[in-house]
């Protein structure tokens, strides 16, 4: 359905950039205009994702007319994927547009801060909207840009400079990627549009290994995505950007990082039958939430925990996306973004929550039959629920994989009560805690396959090489899963305290970054600008 009244859900992104020319005329202490507007536009937001969300339902696919030339231009497009991205954002927005307006009070520079935030809200609106080549290119620069100029906000902090710099290099290459692949795409298929362009994709050949047009605009989008989500190497400036205001932490975990697996689940019907881009993005993802999650266990502060968490969690959605597996990489795009609003937004108080929960853990046993008796339960819990879904999780390789995951995960519900003294109370509820973990996933899983059919590709099998490297991902997951779990009742030695603090410096992966881009400079304090 083609209709010029779709353009009104512009109004959603209009109304911050509104927000943001507002904050020039009251760009400094307690903007009272500025919080007013900014609150309305959080408002109009829900309203409008609210709206589009029940356009979308009622009709199906909804576009507008394209203004432009040789297909390229401005339109919008309305479907399942980019109503439910737009109202993840409205209700982050809202929520960090509220959080800002007390934070910062008494900043000398408050309406600077909202107008910036409200401009990379709106760019990040624009970008899940957008239906044309042209726009979401445009878009997709203009969110770096904004989110950029929020990174430096405090000048006169270095390492916030720093990190800034590095952000800033990684972001134009990924834009430069992300504008090679639309070349390439509009040369190949003619068109810009959004619908246009799947729908040739689909009734062409698949582009498997080869790096024609399809195949090499797949492998630059799944690079771009990499570069956008701070994937392994390029994840140092994620965990360096703490010196930026808590609300842009929030507003970057939560909602700009998660592009790169947005970028890939709105081009699925390009990557999807490119075989040399969702082998990338399989290894690129497993090896990033591989490296991250394990180094995170070492850090001792708060923030940089989470951003290696955020890095990460990117890599899987990643990871899932190559596998095939788009629904299940949306939903955990979605849980993700509110968990790690929530973190960062209370960040501040978390020692004080660690130390009101504070209580005595039973003592660890270190036993490997009663971590393998956690693995037993898992798979049981995964192969139960597994057949009462009809089976085919238990028969599609993809799909068995990916419940691979899950059992790791519930294995390490199940395993520290298991493989403990401490009574057997605590392990029957680990248990029930793994089931309802279980059952949420498969709901929410089964949820999302039918919220976005049709808007992603179909579960497709895959070859041989990407089925090899999603067992090898999964057999270094258990092994870590196994170390992780004995850990704790592990003796200390020298050795094992050298490793902590290789992990705890990032195995020097960031060192390289460093060279590449004079992050290793470090400017002058400048003073604050008025």
Same mark, same amino acid.
Request: hydrophobic share 60%; charged share 10%.
């Given at each position: *359905?083609?209709?010029?009244?779709?353009?009104?859900?512009?109004?959603?992104p209009?109304?911050?950039?509104?927000?943001?020319?507002?904050?020039?005329?009251?760009?400094? @202490?307690?903007?009272?205009?500025?919080?007013?507007?900014?609150?309305?536009?959080?408002?109009?937001?829900?309203?409008?994702?609210?709206?589009?969300?029940?356009?979308?339902?009622?009709?199906?696919?909804?576009? &507008?007319?394209?203004?432009?030339?040789?297909?390229?231009?401005?339109s919008?497009?309305?479907?399942?994927?980019?109503?439910? *991205?737009?109202?993840?954002?409205?209700?982050?927005?809202?929520?960090?547009?509220?959080?800002?307006?007390?934070?910062?009070d008494?900043?000398?520079?408050?309406?600077?801060?909202?107008?910036?935030?409200?401009?990379?809200?709106?760019?990040?609106?624009v970008?899940?909207?957008?239906?044309?080549?042209?726009?979401?290119?445009?878009?997709?620069?203009?969110?770096?840009?904004?989110?950029?100029?929020?990174?430096?906000?405090?000048?006169?902090?270095?390492? =916030?400079v720093?990190?800034?710099?590095?952000?800033?290099?990684?972001?134009?290459?990924?834009?430069?990627?992300?504008?090679?692949a639309v070349?390439?795409?509009?040369?190949?298929?003619? !068109?810009?549009?959004?619908?246009?362009?799947?729908?040739?994709?689909r009734?062409?050949?698949?582009?498997?290994?080869?790096?024609?047009?399809?195949?090499?605009?797949?492998? /630059?989008l799944?690079?771009?995505?990499?570069?956008?989500?701070?994937?392994?190497?390029?994840?140092?400036?994620?965990?360096?950007?703490?010196?930026?205001?808590?609300?842009? +932490? =929030?507003?970057?975990?939560?909602g700009?990082?998660?592009?790169?697996?947005?970028?890939?689940?709105?081009?699925?019907?390009?990557?999807?039958?490119?075989?040399?881009?969702? !082998?990338?993005?399989?290894? +690129?993802?497993?090896?990033?939430?591989?490296?991250?999650?394990?180094?995170? /266990?070492?850090?001792?502060?708060?923030?940089?925990?989470?951003?290696?968490? +955020?890095?990460?969690?990117?890599?899987?959605?990643?990871?899932?996306?190559?596998?095939?597996?788009y629904?299940?990489?949306?939903l955990?795009?979605?849980a993700?973004?509110?968990?790690?609003?929530?973190?960062?937004?209370?960040?501040? +108080?978390?020692?004080?929550?660690?130390?009101?929960?504070?209580?005595?853990?039973?003592q660890?046993?270190?036993?490997?039959?009663?971590?393998?008796?956690?693995?037993?339960?898992?798979? #049981?819990?995964?192969?139960?629920?597994?057949?009462?879904?009809g089976?085919?999780? @238990?028969?599609?390789?993809? /799909?068995?994989?990916?419940?691979?995951?899950?059992?790791?995960?519930?294995?390490?519900?199940? #395993?520290? #009560?298991?493989? &403990?003294?401490?009574?057997?109370?605590?392990?029957?509820?680990?248990?029930?805690? =793994?089931? =309802?973990?279980?059952?949420?996933?498969?709901?929410?899983?089964?949820?999302?396959?039918?919220?976005?059919?049709?808007?992603?590709?179909?579960?497709?099998?895959?070859?041989?090489?990407?089925?090899?490297?999603?067992?090898?991902?999964?057999?270094?997951?258990?092994?870590?899963?196994?170390?992780?779990?004995?850990?704790?009742?592990?003796?200390?030695?020298?050795?094992?305290?050298?490793?902590?603090?290789?992990?705890?410096?990032?195995?020097?992966?960031?060192?390289?970054?460093?060279?590449?881009?004079?992050? @290793?400079?470090?400017?002058?304090?400048?003073?604050?600008?008025?």
């Amino acid at each position: *359905m083609t209709t010029p009244a779709a353009f009104a859900v512009l109004l959603a992104p209009a109304a911050f950039v509104l927000v943001a020319l507002l904050a020039l005329r009251q760009p400094g @202490l307690r903007p009272r205009l500025v919080q007013r507007a900014g609150a309305v536009a959080s408002v109009l937001g829900m309203v409008v994702a609210v709206t589009a969300g029940a356009t979308a339902a009622g009709n199906g696919l909804v576009e &507008s007319p394209t203004l432009g030339v040789a297909g390229l231009g401005l339109s919008v497009r309305l479907d399942a994927l980019s109503t439910v *991205m737009l109202a993840m954002i409205a209700v982050l927005a809202a929520v960090i547009v509220r959080y800002s307006a007390t934070y910062l009070d008494g900043d000398a520079r408050h309406g600077a801060f909202l107008g910036r935030l409200a401009a990379t809200i709106a760019a990040v609106e624009v970008l899940v909207l957008a239906g044309n080549l042209a726009l979401f290119a445009l878009a997709w620069i203009a969110t770096s840009l904004a989110l950029h100029r929020l990174l430096v906000f405090y000048p006169e902090r270095p390492r =916030a400079v720093v990190a800034a710099r590095k952000k800033f290099v990684v972001a134009r290459i990924g834009d430069a990627l992300l504008l090679g692949a639309v070349v390439l795409l509009h040369a190949r298929f003619g !068109t810009g549009n959004l619908e246009e362009l799947f729908t040739a994709v689909r009734a062409a050949e698949p582009a498997g290994w080869a790096l024609g047009a399809t195949g090499g605009a797949a492998l /630059l989008l799944a690079l771009a995505a990499g570069l956008k989500s701070a994937q392994f190497p390029t994840h140092g400036w994620l965990v360096e950007v703490m010196e930026t205001p808590t609300p842009v +932490s =929030a507003l970057l975990h939560a909602g700009i990082l998660n592009a790169g697996p947005f970028l890939v689940a709105r081009f699925a019907f390009v990557v999807d039958g490119a075989d040399v881009a969702t !082998t990338a993005l399989i290894v +690129s993802g497993g090896a990033t939430a591989l490296f991250a999650s394990v180094v995170l /266990l070492t850090q001792p502060a708060v923030k940089v925990v989470l951003g290696y968490s +955020s890095a990460a969690h990117m890599g899987f959605m990643l990871l899932l996306c190559g596998l095939g597996a788009y629904p299940a990489a949306m939903l955990h795009l979605v849980a993700h973004s509110f968990y790690k609003a929530h973190a960062f937004l209370s960040s501040g +108080s978390a020692i004080d929550e660690a130390r009101a929960g504070r209580v005595t853990l039973p003592q660890r046993l270190g036993s490997p039959v009663r971590v393998l008796g956690s693995m037993a339960v898992a798979v #049981a819990v995964y192969a139960s629920l597994g057949l009462l879904w009809g089976g085919e999780q @238990l028969r599609d390789p993809v /799909l068995l994989a990916i419940g691979g995951m899950l059992v790791l995960a519930l294995a390490q519900l199940v #395993a520290p #009560a298991l493989d &403990s003294d401490g009574p057997i109370a605590g392990a029957a509820r680990a248990t029930g805690l =793994a089931l =309802a973990v279980a059952v949420a996933f498969f709901v929410l899983e089964a949820g999302a396959h039918e919220l976005l059919y049709g808007t992603v590709p179909d579960l497709a099998g895959r070859g041989a090489v990407q089925l090899g490297l999603a067992a090898a991902v999964l057999a270094v997951f258990a092994v870590v899963v196994v170390l992780q779990v004995l850990e704790p009742a592990r003796p200390s030695s020298a050795r094992r305290r050298a490793w902590a603090v290789h992990l705890r410096n990032g195995l020097y992966a960031n060192a390289l970054l460093d060279r590449l881009v004079g992050g @290793l400079r470090v400017p002058r304090a400048a003073g604050p600008r008025h």
